[in-house]
């Protein structure tokens, strides 16, 4: 007997059912990585078809990419977590860039375009829309009042940039083997002077 749509439990509406589908991916991901994981796998760890998932998903780069943005939600409360018991700014977004370098990779959901070898596209680039909005996500909620250390709107701009760029740069070229306490004694030097800079307002223009 051919199984019930859902398992018989269908969606209230399609927010729940991308949230399924994307709870289904994730399974099938652990189940059989990432290159080996197909809108059809999803579909069947459902009960439903192809064209149910296609509906709300266009593609398998699509789904993966919802998969990785849902991730990277979690990834940021965890980061913020991480540093709620810091005081100074720099030494929070230290930190922050610190253990992102340290786990990006290892993180199996994050790091699914970059698992898949292909470039990324232009709408996934690291300073767009969607790295930059979670970037200034992880900022709010930082313990820092920034609207009082004088941040301006420029200022925010150049610190979701140099943030991002920052952790680019160390995904394309590692470099050589650091221990954690290394790798920050290196942002220090590099990634914090940037960092109080945009904080005291100290732009070019």
């Known amino acids: 007997m051919r199984s019930r749509p859902w398992r018989g439990d269908p969606p209230a509406d399609d927010d729940d059912a991308r949230e399924r589908i994307i709870d289904a991916a994730m399974r099938c991901i652990d189940r059989h990585g990432p290159t080996k994981t197909s809108l ?7 009960g439903v078809t192809r064209q149910t998932v296609y509906r709300l998903f266009a593609s398998t780069e699509d789904l993966f990419r919802a998969v990785s943005i849902a991730a990277a939600d979690a990834f940021v409360d965890q980061l913020a977590a991480r540093v709620k018991a810091m005081t100074e700014p720099v030494e929070m977004l230290v930190e922050c860039m610190a253990f992102t370098i340290e786990r990006l990779l290892e993180e199996r959901y994050l790091s699914l375009l970059l698992v898949r070898g292909r470039a990324l596209s232009s709408d996934e680039q690291f300073t767009s829309a969607i790295p930059a909005g979670l970037t200034r996500s992880l900022l709010a909620q930082l313990p820092v009042d920034w609207g009082s250390l004088g941040l301006t709107s420029r200022d925010s701009d150049w610190l979701v940039e140099i943030y991002l760029r920052t952790l ?9 083997s650091r221990s954690p306490r290394e790798l920050r004694a290196l942002l220090n030097v590099w990634f914090a002077p940037a960092v109080r800079a945009c904080l005291s307002g100290q732009r070019a223009i």
Do not use: M, N, T, Y
């Not at 059809?40 to 459902?46: G, Q, S, T």
């Not at 680019?168 to 050589?176: K, N, R």
């Open 40 to 46: 059809a796998d999803v579909a069947a760890e459902l």
């Open 168 to 176: 680019q740069s160390f995904l394309v070229d590692p470099g050589p």
